[in-house]
C-alpha cells in the first residue's frame, strides 16, 4: 500500500506536467471543434456548432485532396526510409573502417531543424539560382520545383527521406545490437540460407522495432508541416499542400479556429486508425504464418 | 596520428564540397535585406524625450514588425538613440510577414500583453479595427497631454494616415513607412541606341516604359529573346508568383486594378463577388488579367514561380529582369546600393502600364491604378505599457529624422520629406521615384476596407496557385474562387 502511494508521489509531477501540457490542450481543441470561432468574422467568439464542422469536413473537397496527398507522401517516404534504414543498419553492424565515422555523419541530419532543412534544401533548389537545378540543367533535365508539380514533389520526398532516415536506421541498429546471437548460428548450422535467415529469423526478431519506427514515421509523416512549407510554400499549386500546411494555412492566415480544430481531431483520428490497420494486417499476417 | 587523420579527412571534404558548389553555382543576387547603413542620428534630440519618459524608465517595451528595409533601420538606427535619451528599453522583433501576422494577431486576440507596439499594415487596419485590438491614438493623446510630442505636427503626415482612423477620425496608428509599387525598368537596355534600333525594328515603335498591356508583353519577349541571343541571363519581366500569399497580392492589387478590376472584384455594397450577383471577381476583364499575369511566367526569370516580394527585388538588382513590377521600399537599394544591387545607375521608374480607361477611373475617383502601400505603429489594447510604446511609435515619426530615412528606404509619411534636401538628392538616383511619388500617388490606392481581409485572401489564393501551376485555367479559377468567396462571405457574416 505504502508503496504504490510512493510511486503515485513520485509520479505525480510527470502526470501533471502531462496533463497539463498533453491533455489540456488535447480537450481544448476538441471542444473548439464543436464551435465556429472565425476572429475576422462579425461575431467573432465562439458559436456552438455542434458536428457541423465535421459534417463539413467530410464533403470539404480540399481537406480531403490534402489527406490524398498526405498519404501519398507518407506512403513514399515511410516505405523508402524504412527499407533504407534496415539495409544501412545491417550495413552499420558489420565491421569495416571507418564504420564509426559513418555511424557519426549519417545521423547529422537528425541533428539540423526541419525548418532548416527546408531552408537549405531551398536554396540548393530554388529555380534559377541553386545548384541542383543548375547541374541538372547541364545534363539537360529542366528542374524547376515552382513550375513541375511532380518534381516538387519527388524533392520533398527526397528531403523527407534524407531528413529522417538515419532515426530508422539508428532505431534499427539499438534493435538489431539488442538480438542474441544464438538463433543465427543455429540456423547457419542447420543450413539455412541468407534468404531464410532474414526472413524468418532476423525478420521476426525485430518485429517490434520496425512496428515501432513504422508507426513513428507514420505519425510525422502525415503531419509534416515545417520543411515542407519552407521548401515548396505547398505549391506549385496545391502539389505539396500535404494535410499539416493545409491546416495551418486554416488556422492561421485564415484564423478559422473552430474548422482548423475539426480538422486535426480528424487527422488524428485519421493516424489512429491508419496505424491500428497496419497493426491489425501484421498481425493478422504473422498468425496465419503461424497456422 | 589517427586521431589527427580522423579530423582532417571530413574537413577537408566539407571544404572541398563547399569550394565546389561555391565556385559552380551562378553568383545569386545580393541578399535581400541587408542591414541599412548605421548612421547618427541626423538631428538633435530634444530633451523633451528624457523628461516625458522619466515615470517609464526601465520599462521594457516590446514591439514586433515584419522584416522589410524600414522596419530594419528601425531596428538599427533609431532604436539605440531612444533608449539612450529615454531609459525605456526597446525589444524590436522584426520577423517574416507570415510570422509577424500570426504572433501580432494571436497576442491581441488572447490579449496576452506580449506586445506593447505592433505593425498595421494599411491591408489588416480595417480588420483590427472591427475587433478593437487598437487603443485609439486621438484619445489616448487626449488623456495624456504630457506625453505628446510637441513637434509632432499630425498635420504634416499625407493622406495615408486617412487610412488609420475610425469614422469620427480618431488614429489608431500612426505610418512609418508608406510607397507605391511602381513599374522599374533598366534604363541602360532601354536607353541602348544598338537595342532600341533592333526593337523598333521589330515592333515599329520606340522602345520606353510601356503604357500598354500589349507594350508591356512586347518589351518583354524582346529582352526575353535578347538575353538568350546574347547568353546573358536576362528576362522580360519579374513575377511574384511563388505557392505565398505574395502572388495574391500581386495579382489582387497590382495587375487586377491597372486592368480596372478594383477592391478585389467584390461589390462592397452587398459583398458579392461573382458577376451574377453584381461583383466582378469572375467577370471577362478579370479572366483577361489573369491570363496576360499567367502568361507572362513565359518570358519571367525561372525563379518567379518561387518568388515573393523579397525574390523580385533580388532578381531585379541581380540585373535578371529588364522591367518588373517592385515594391517602392526596394527602390532606393536597388538603385543605388553597389554592394547589393548590380544594377545601381540604371533603372527607371514609370507609372505601370493601363488598360483603358483606368487612368480617367483613377482621377475620377472611380478606382485606382495600383497600390499605395505601407504601414503604421500602433498600441494594442493589451500592452502592459501602453505610455512608453506612445513615446516610441512618436519617436520613429519624428519630423526631423523623415529625410534620411526616406532616402535609405524609399518610404514617404510627411508631406515635409518631398522636400526634405537629403530626398531631392537621392531623387535622380532612384530615376524620379520620389517625384513620381509625390506628383502621383494620389493614383494609387491601398487595400480595400474590408474587415475580413486575411480569409478572404486565403480562400482566393489557392484558386491563383493552381492557376499559375496550370492545374486550371485562369478562367476556372476566378470562377471558383468567385463562387468560393461568396461562400465564405456568407460564412463570415457578410452578404447574407
Given amino acids: 500500500m505504502k508503496s504504490s502511494k510512493t510511486a503515485w508521489g513520485l509520479l505525480a509531477p510527470t502526470l501533471i506536467i502531462l496533463g497539463l501540457v498533453g491533455l489540456l490542450p488535447f480537450i481544448y481543441v476538441l471542444y473548439v471543434g464543436f464551435h465556429d470561432w472565425m476572429i475576422f468574422a462579425k461575431v467573432s467568439g465562439l458559436v456552438w456548432a455542434g458536428v457541423d464542422n465535421y459534417r463539413e469536413l467530410v464533403f470539404d473537397e480540399d481537406f480531403l485532396a490534402a489527406l490524398g496527398r498526405g498519404l501519398r507522401f507518407t506512403i513514399w517516404t515511410v516505405s523508402i526510409q524504412m527499407v533504407l534504414g534496415l539495409l544501412l543498419a545491417h550495413l552499420l553492424m558489420k565491421k569495416f573502417k571507418g564504420r564509426g565515422f559513418f555511424r557519426a555523419i549519417h545521423a547529422l541530419p537528425l541533428t539540423v531543424a526541419p525548418l532548416v532543412v527546408g531552408a537549405t534544401w531551398r536554396l540548393l533548389t530554388i529555380p534559377g539560382l541553386g545548384p541542383l537545378p543548375f547541374y541538372l540543367n547541364k545534363i539537360g533535365i529542366d528542374y524547376n520545383i515552382g513550375w513541375s ?78 520543411e515542407v512549407w519552407m521548401l515548396t510554400g505547398g505549391g506549385p499549386g496545391t502539389a505539396t499542400r500535404y494535410v499539416g500546411i493545409h491546416i495551418w494555412r486554416v488556422v492561421f492566415p485564415m484564423t478559422n479556429y473552430g474548422y482548423g480544430s475539426a480538422m486535426s481531431v480528424l487527422l488524428l483520428y485519421f493516424i489512429i486508425v491508419v496505424c491500428w490497420l497496419l497493426l491489425t494486417v501484421i498481425t493478422q499476417a504473422k498468425r496465419e504464418a503461424g497456422t | 596520428m589517427k586521431t589527427y587523420w580522423k579530423l582532417v579527412i571530413p574537413i577537408t571534404l566539407i571544404v572541398l564540397v563547399a569550394t565546389v558548389l561555391g565556385a559552380c553555382v551562378p553568383a545569386p543576387p545580393p541578399a535581400v535585406e541587408p542591414p541599412v547603413e548605421e548612421v547618427a542620428p541626423p538631428a538633435e534630440v530634444p530633451t523633451w524625450w528624457a523628461e516625458a519618459a522619466a515615470p517609464y524608465k526601465g520599462v521594457t517595451i516590446r514591439g514586433i514588425s515584419e522584416s522589410t528595409p524600414p522596419s530594419k533601420y ?102 512609418f513607412e508608406a510607397f507605391l509599387k511602381v513599374y522599374l525598368y533598366r534604363t541602360d537596355l532601354f536607353e541602348d541606341p544598338e537595342i532600341k534600333a533592333a526593337f523598333k525594328e521589330q515592333y515599329g515603335w520606340d522602345l520606353r516604359p510601356a503604357t500598354t498591356f500589349e507594350e508591356y508583353r512586347q518589351i518583354a519577349d524582346f529582352f526575353t529573346l535578347w538575353g538568350k541571343e546574347q547568353g546573358v541571363e536576362l528576362w522580360g519581366s519579374t513575377v511574384q508568383a511563388g505557392s505565398h500569399p505574395a502572388a495574391f497580392y500581386e495579382m489582387f492589387e497590382t495587375i487586377f486594378p491597372s486592368f480596372g478590376v478594383y477592391n478585389w472584384g467584390i461589390n462592397m455594397e452587398n459583398w458579392k463577388a461573382t458577376t451574377a450577383n453584381g461583383g466582378a471577381l469572375d467577370s471577362d476583364r478579370a479572366k483577361e488579367a489573369l491570363r496576360y499575369w499567367v502568361e507572362m511566367l513565359e518570358v519571367a526569370p525561372p525563379e518567379a514561380r518561387a518568388s515573393t516580394w523579397d525574390e523580385v527585388a533580388a532578381s531585379f538588382a541581380g540585373g535578371r529582369a529588364a522591367q518588373g513590377w517592385v515594391y517602392g521600399e526596394n527602390a532606393a537599394w536597388i538603385a543605388t546600393d553597389e554592394t547589393r544591387s548590380a544594377v545601381v545607375g540604371k533603372v527607371g521608374v514609370a507609372l505601370p502600364p493601363l488598360y483603358e480607361g483606368v487612368l480617367d477611373d483613377a482621377k475620377a475617383r472611380r478606382g485606382y491604378i495600383g497600390y499605395y502601400d505601407g504601414g503604421a505603429m500602433g498600441i494594442p489594447h493589451s500592452s502592459k505599457n501602453q505610455e512608453a510604446a506612445w513615446l516610441f511609435i512618436q519617436w520613429i515619426s ?99
Fill in chain 2, 398 to 496: 519624428r519630423k526631423e529624422i523623415q529625410g534620411d530615412f526616406a532616402a535609405k528606404t524609399a518610404r514617404i509619411v510627411r508631406t515635409s520629406t518631398f522636400d526634405d534636401p537629403l530626398v531631392k538628392e537621392m531623387d535622380p538616383k532612384v530615376g524620379g521615384y520620389y517625384t513620381l511619388f509625390k506628383e502621383h500617388g494620389d493614383l494609387f490606392k491601398g487595400a480595400p476596407p474590408f474587415p475580413f481581409h486575411a480569409p478572404i485572401r486565403e480562400v482566393i489564393l489557392p484558386y491563383i496557385l493552381k492557376a499559375i501551376a496550370g492545374e486550371m485555367t485562369p478562367e476556372a479559377a476566378l470562377d471558383e474562387a468567385a463562387k468560393a468567396v461568396d461562400a465564405e462571405l456568407v460564412k463570415l457574416g457578410y452578404g447574407q
Fill in chain 1, 149 to 226: 508539380a511532380q518534381q516538387a514533389f519527388f524533392t520533398t520526398v527526397l528531403m523527407h527521406i534524407w531528413h529522417w532516415t538515419p532515426f530508422v536506421t539508428l532505431t534499427f541498429l539499438a534493435g538489431l545490437s539488442a538480438l542474441p546471437k544464438e538463433p543465427f548460428e543455429g540456423a547457419m548450422v542447420d543450413g539455412a540460407n541468407q534468404w531464410q535467415i532474414f526472413r524468418y529469423i532476423f525478420l521476426p526478431m525485430l518485429k517490434p522495432v520496425i512496428l515501432i519506427a513504422l508507426f513513428l514515421r507514420i505519425m510525422d509523416a502525415l503531419r509534416i508541416v515545417d
Fill in chain 2, 74 to 175: 528601425v531596428l538599427e538606427v533609431l532604436v539605440a538613440p531612444f533608449e539612450k535619451e529615454t531609459g525605456i528599453n526597446v525589444e524590436f522583433e522584426v520577423t517574416s510577414w507570415d510570422e509577424m501576422y500570426t504572433k501580432a494577431i494571436r497576442d491581441m486576440e488572447a490579449a496576452t500583453g506580449i506586445y506593447d507596439f505592433v505593425y498595421i499594415e494599411q491591408d489588416i487596419i480595417y480588420a483590427y479595427l472591427a475587433q478593437n485590438f487598437l487603443v485609439d491614438l486621438t484619445a489616448f493623446s487626449e488623456a495624456n497631454p504630457n506625453l505628446l510630442y510637441p513637434e509632432l505636427e499630425m498635420d504634416d503626415f499625407t493622406a495615408f494616415i486617412d487610412n488609420f482612423k475610425d469614422a469620427e477620425g480618431h488614429v489608431y496608428g500612426l505610418p
